[in-house]
């Protein structure tokens, strides 16, 4: 494994750091599959739930107490399994060895930091578009790397939000057209893909709802598996190069 693919040697431009991303994903993606396919898992346990009930998935029991049950968990679940991801990724970027277990005693031993990680980001964020909408937009992405901070560079929470708010800070535009072109990029798969199932249902004919159903949660696992890793490798690759695009600065603002 190279281990040039993080962190860069150098600042990158918009196109670089998504190729950077996509060079991270062939590398790991094989190794990231267990934990992608269980955090998809994880985030439908509502939707199994619901099935297990025999309830339909467009109408969520909100009120219904195991319905929150099964979203926290799956929630709990997915901040797991994601933050471990993410760990192996940054491992074999740099050609070090990975383990299953140290990864997950790493995630799970950050894990009170990450909920509550989760709840002020969603808070402030939530705050800035009821009020503003403009600040929560901005908030939004400049607290967007305070997740891999915290779990790359192990910071508490608090120095985690603001060491992503200084990574971000004159770059918001550049993190916000990286963040567009990859979700478009896996819009378009998933689009794509759904579109495919469909018409592979249609042409076998299969106009039992269940079986349709069903083969649809087959795509969305099977896209969720490489959505995962694509935007933990697309996280990764940005962080790393904003921390040397940043370090190049304060450098430089040192020696003035």
Request: aromatic share 8%; net charge positive; hydrophobic share 55%.
């Amino acid at each position: 494994m190279s281990a040039s693919l993080y962190p860069p040697s150098r600042p990158q431009s918009i196109g670089e750091v998504l190729d950077s991303s996509f060079r991270i994903l062939r590398a790991t993606l094989v190794k990231s599959l267990p934990y992608s396919i269980l955090a998809t898992l994880a985030g439908q346990l509502p939707n199994i739930q619901a099935l297990a009930r025999g309830r339909p998935l467009q109408q969520p029991d909100t009120a219904d107490p195991g319905w929150w049950t099964a979203y926290a968990v799956g929630l709990l679940c997915t901040i797991l399994l994601w933050s471990a991801m993410i760990l192996r990724q940054r491992a074999m970027a740099e050609g070090a060895p990975v383990s299953a277990h140290a990864e997950l005693a790493e995630a799970l031993r950050r894990m009170p930091a990450l909920v509550l990680l989760v709840v002020i980001a969603v808070v402030v964020v939530g705050l800035g578009l009821i009020l503003f909408v403009l600040p929560g937009l901005y908030l939004g992405i400049a607290l967007s790397l305070s997740w891999p901070a915290l779990m790359l560079t192990r910071r508490g929470v608090v120095d985690a939000l603001r060491y992503s708010l200084r990574l971000v800070r004159g770059n918001w535009w550049r993190v916000t057209a990286i963040y567009v072109t990859g979700t478009a990029v896996v819009l378009a798969i998933y689009g794509v893909a759904l579109m495919l199932a469909t018409f592979i249902a249609a042409f076998a004919g299969a106009e039992d709802v269940a079986l349709v159903t069903a083969l649809l949660a087959v795509a969305i696992v099977a896209l969720g598996a490489v959505a995962w890793p694509f935007y933990s490798a697309l996280i990764l690759a940005l962080f790393g190069e904003l921390q040397v695009r940043r370090e190049g600065i304060d450098l430089e603002q040192r020696i003035g």
